[in-house]
């Protein structure tokens, strides 16, 4: 394991496009560009619970046993560690319960590889486990020899989540949902209950980057109108017709809205071709996987 802190002083300089070598020459580390990452859902702990913010890295199924309790509330898979990797980032001892740490978005160049991160602390108002917590969070992340920088930023709080589903369907593509955000976009996988679930569901992370301004532009002033609403329009699979999702998160405040498949009478010009809009958009995201 090693310390978050002595790494994080220098995670401002990934964002060089140059590193200047010992000998005075300076080494071109390319272009920055998002990393093909996805989420690890692990209820095991460490054998030693860290006293400081730390970061593991596992490369090997005997490494996992060795450095961790066996996950016994659900069955784990473990990526295939010829080609990836394990990275956990554990904020260190808490004191009560509702402290997050959430590895939020991971990019590299060709030198080296940097991982931003968000934490939060409980709100006043939040019911707490009163016991010391170690707050983690893990990702699979492909092998790589360059070295891992961390970066401290606050979370993004504006995006889209897009999405179709299906409620009597058992197939792999009912469910197709994903999170579009200026310099990333996330697919959730396996998910049954949402949005309760996009928050603790599988995700990856893709590597393509999507026009996240331009796809806003394309939302009708209805909807913008709802600001901070919930709106159903029509009766989003009540035929197994199937119903489309869209979710806006404007600086944290979020507005949900659940379209019928169908074109119902509740449904203007403007929010039917927005709807083909999102379908449209799903259909393309799913080639960048």
């Known amino acids: 394991m090693k310390s978050l802190i002595s790494i994080m002083l220098v995670a401002l300089s990934f964002y060089s496009c140059t590193d200047t070598l010992d000998s005075g020459n300076v080494q071109?580390?390319?272009?920055?560009?998002n990393v093909a990452y996805e989420g690890f859902n692990f209820c095991g702990?460490?054998?030693?619970?860290?006293?400081?913010p730390v970061y593991v890295i596992v490369n090997s199924a005997e490494e996992m046993q060795k450095k961790f309790t066996t996950c016994e509330t659900f069955d784990v898979v473990l990526p295939d560690f010829t080609t990836k990797r394990i990275l956990g980032l554990l904020s260190g001892p808490k004191p009560t319960g509702g402290y997050v740490i959430k590895i939020?978005?991971?990019?590299?160049?060709?030198?080296?590889?940097?991982?931003e991160y968000f934490e939060k602390e409980p709100s006043d108002s939040d019911m707490v486990t009163t016991a010391i917590t170690y707050p983690a969070d893990y990702i699979v992340l492909p092998k790589s020899?360059?070295?891992?920088?961390?970066?401290?930023?606050?979370?993004?709080?504006?995006?889209?989540?897009?999405?179709?589903?299906?409620?009597?369907?058992?197939?792999?593509?009912?469910?197709?949902f994903f999170r579009i955000e200026n310099y990333k976009v996330l697919?959730?996988?396996?998910?049954?209950?949402?949005?309760?679930?996009?928050?603790?569901?599988?995700?990856?992370?893709?590597v393509y980057r999507d026009d996240f301004a331009g796809f806003l532009?394309?939302?009708?002033?209805e909807i913008k109108n709802l600001k901070g609403q919930t709106k159903t329009f029509g009766s989003?699979?009540?035929?197994?017709?199937?119903?489309?999702?869209?979710?806006?998160s404007q600086g944290g405040v979020i507005t949900k809205i659940y379209l019928d498949a169908d074109n119902t009478t509740d449904q203007t010009a403007e929010v039917i071709a927005f709807k083909k809009v999102i379908q449209d958009k799903i259909v393309e995201l799913k080639t960048k996987l």
Request: charged share 20%.
């Open 187 to 206: 697919q959730y996988s396996k998910l049954n209950n949402f949005p309760a679930e996009f928050n603790t569901s599988d995700y990856k992370a893709l």
């Open 217 to 221: 532009l394309k939302v009708p002033t």
């Open 145 to 176: 020899d360059k070295p891992i920088l961390f970066s401290k930023v606050n979370k993004i709080v504006d995006y889209a989540i897009v999405g179709t589903y299906f409620g009597q369907c058992n197939g792999t593509n009912c469910n197709q």
């Open 104 to 115: 939020q978005t991971v990019i590299e160049n060709d030198c080296q590889i940097l991982i």
């Open 28 to 33: 071109d580390c390319g272009d920055v560009r």
């Open 45 to 52: 702990q460490l054998k030693e619970n860290p006293t400081k």
């Open 236 to 248: 989003p699979d009540a035929h197994d017709q199937g119903g489309v999702y869209f979710e806006w």
